[in-house]
């Protein structure tokens, strides 16, 4: 970064900045921007010279208020950089002026403006937290998305999004939100701690969690499949026949059998899809070392997280021309309906759009009922039906309208909709504990 002389560093600390802010991290934390939640930067991110960290452009009069974030063992000391003077702690208000950016950008094209820096310095008293690689797929208004994002869970009950890998829209509010677990593996979720309703589930050992927006009021609802980051991850963990789920917006959805050779390669025979198209395809994926994972079939690009074991793959599609998301769970050899029978909690979507939470039960008859905790036609809370279940020795679940399957641990299920006379709709369910 060039260096300032010393009267112009004083007019940008006066006056605020050009048409862009540099922001900085010193330690390890992240910055927010709460007004919109479009502006800030992860530690990833400026480790990575990411240009919303390096330019952060200001086009208009506006007053910004970013927030400082510390990571796990660190704590936010202080703010390198002029802050309004109400500024609160770790937050920092900045008052921006149209006029004066553009003054700044024609007399002094060539400058740099001085970055606005959060310091942030050890500490061995903070709270754990957990990353973990999430696919979301979604719609705002009848507009499908896709998103694959580095989320961070911490044991003081907040969550946020860090890393925006890869989307089909500008950004997401990383604004914190807070969850709390239920012993029965629900997760209550909300804006704030005293207002948290159902709203996901985990897994007893938190490696997968499943989250369900189902709140329109800001114009987008999503399911969000999030796989423990890890390290040592191989391409050998993903290995064997698997079945597997895919809904996409363009009204397709498929189940198929897909088998995986642990080098990188595979094919899939499609047991049953929505509408017309390939039965068999050859498909190619890439296990990176902390687990994401993409998986390539027929054109189309699946990116998200393969459990430790290699059985679970849930990920998203992200591509301009169509959106979606998938699961895969590999094939088992001793399933019946009397050790899959139990309750489980469903991450809901359809293409309609709709979005909900869904609370399963499953007799040793093959008997379920279902109800709907919270959807996206407005919260409400209403049975489903009876359905019927036949589970196979394989995993492989057939029902009176679906098909699906279950992990080779029992503890995940999903079922797919592939009728042409239903909207393609995807459950991914984790069983209670």
Not at 177 to 196: I, P
Not at 219 to 227: H, K, R, S
Not at 295 to 303: H, K, S
Not at 386 to 391: A, E, P, S, T, Y
């Amino acid at each position: 970064m060039k260096t300032l002389p010393r009267v112009l560093l004083l007019l940008v600390a006066l006056s605020a900045s050009a048409c862009r802010q540099p922001l900085a991290i010193q330690g390890e934390g992240d910055i927010i921007e709460l007004n919109r939640g479009e502006r800030g930067c992860a530690l990833e991110e400026y480790q990575a010279g990411w240009s919303r960290c390096t330019d952060n452009e200001v086009n208009d009069s506006e007053s910004l208020h970013y927030r400082a974030l510390p990571r796990p063992g660190w704590r936010f000391s202080h703010w390198d950089g002029f802050c309004a003077k109400d500024s609160p702690g770790q937050d920092c208000r900045k008052n921006y002026d149209r006029a004066w950016v553009q003054w700044w950008d024609d007399t002094y094209p060539d400058e740099e403006p001085v970055p606005l820096v959060a310091v942030f310095t050890p500490d061995d008293g903070a709270p754990a937290a957990s990353s973990y690689i999430a696919s979301r797929f979604g719609a705002l208004g009848q507009v499908g998305f896709a998103a694959l994002l580095d989320m961070l869970f911490s044991a003081d009950g907040s969550y946020r999004i860090t890393v925006q890998q890869a989307s089909t829209r500008g950004d997401f509010d990383r604004t914190p939100a807070y969850f709390r677990r239920q012993q029965d593996s629900l997760l209550l979720t909300g804006a704030s701690t005293a207002a948290l309703a159902p709203g996901g589930a985990a897994t007893a050992a938190g490696d997968l969690l499943t989250l369900v927006d189902t709140d329109t009021s800001d114009g987008d609802l999503a399911v969000t499949y999030l796989m423990a980051r890890r390290s040592g991850a191989t391409q050998a963990a993903f290995s064997g026949t698997y079945y597997c789920g895919h809904v996409l917006s363009s009204g397709q959805s498929l189940f198929f059998r897909a088998t995986v050779n642990g080098k990188g390669g595979g094919s899939l025979l499609v047991l049953n899809s929505r509408l017309n198209g390939a039965s068999q395809a050859t498909l190619a994926y890439h296990v990176s070392d902390d687990g994401t994972t993409t998986v390539d079939y027929a054109g189309i690009r699946l990116a998200g997280g393969l459990a430790a074991d290699g059985s679970v793959f849930t990920g998203t599609q992200v591509s301009a021309s169509g959106q979606g998301a998938a699961v895969c769970l590999r094939t088992s050899g001793d399933k019946m309906v009397g050790n899959v029978a139990g309750s489980y909690y469903g991450a809901w979507i359809s293409t309609q759009p709709v979005t909900g939470l869904t609370e399963l039960t499953l007799d040793r008859m093959g008997q379920t009922t279902e109800t709907v905790l919270r959807d996206s036609a407005g919260g409400r809370n209403y049975p489903l039906g009876q359905n019927f279940m036949l589970v196979k020795g394989s995993g492989e679940i057939e029902t009176r309208d679906a098909n699906g399957a279950v992990s080779p641990d029992g503890r995940m299920l999903f079922i797919v909709q592939t009728d042409r006379n239903r909207y393609p709709t995807l459950i991914v369910y984790l069983r209670k504990t």
